[in-house]
C-alpha cells in the first residue's frame, strides 16, 4: 500500500465515529483532506463542521459542507460530539505532536471544545517516545528570539519554519532535539513560555481514539 492508500483507508475507517445531524470538528492536513473528501462522497449530512484552519474551512465548503465558527457553534447550545484530526506523532498513551502543517492552535481549540477526539494516522506516526518529529511552537513575532533562546535552554534546537506565517498572524519554531517522556508536564513547561501561543504537544487533552492504519488494516486505539 502507497502512504496515500493508507491515509485514506485510515480516514474511511474514522467515518462511523461521525454523528450525523449533529456538529463535527475537523482537523488540517493531508490525512483530514482526506477524510473531509470521504464524508462529502460518502454524503454524511452534518449540522454543520468546524474547521482547525482556512484550508480545512475551504474544502468543506468546496464540498457543499457548511462550516461555522466556534463561537457560532457554541452560540447555538449545540455539543461538537467529535473532532476528527491527524497527527504527526502518536505514543502509547495517545499524547500527540500536532502541527506539521502549522495548524495547531486552531487544532488545540477546536479538540478543547468537543467530546471525543479521533485521532486518524498511518502507522509510521506510532512511536514510543514523542520527538522524533521536530514540536512545533506558534510564537508571537516580537518574541521570536525570546523563545528560541528559552528553548536552546531547556535543550531544544529550534528552527524558524521558514516563510510560513500561521492563520493567526503568528511564526512556527520546530524543535527537534526532545525526548518528550512526560508529555503533560513538559505541554505545561511549554506553555508557560512567555511569547508563544500554543505547542504542538497534545498531551492534557490528548487523543481519545486513535485509528491507526497498516498494511494490515486498521487498528484501533483507547487512551
Ligand atoms: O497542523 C497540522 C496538523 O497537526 C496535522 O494533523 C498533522 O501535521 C498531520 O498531518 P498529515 O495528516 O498531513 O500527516
Redesign the pocket.
Known sequence: MTADEL?IAVARAALPHVVPGELLGV??????NHFIDLLAAEKIAVAGAIAS?EASAARLRSHGIPVLSLDEAIASGRRIPVYV????EIDPGLNLI???????TR?KIVAAASDCFVCI?DHS?CVEVLGRFPL?IEVIPMALGLVSRELTRMGGIPKLREGFVTDNGNLILDVAGLKITDPAAFETELDHLTGTVTN?LFARRRADVALVSSPDGVRTLHA
Request: no cysteine; charged share 25%; hydrophobic share 20%.
Open positions: 491515509k482537523g488540517t492536513g493531508s490525512t483530514a484552519s484530526d491527524g497527527a504527526d500536532k502541527g506539521g502543517g502549522g495548524a495547531l487544532e494516522a506516526k512545533p504542538g
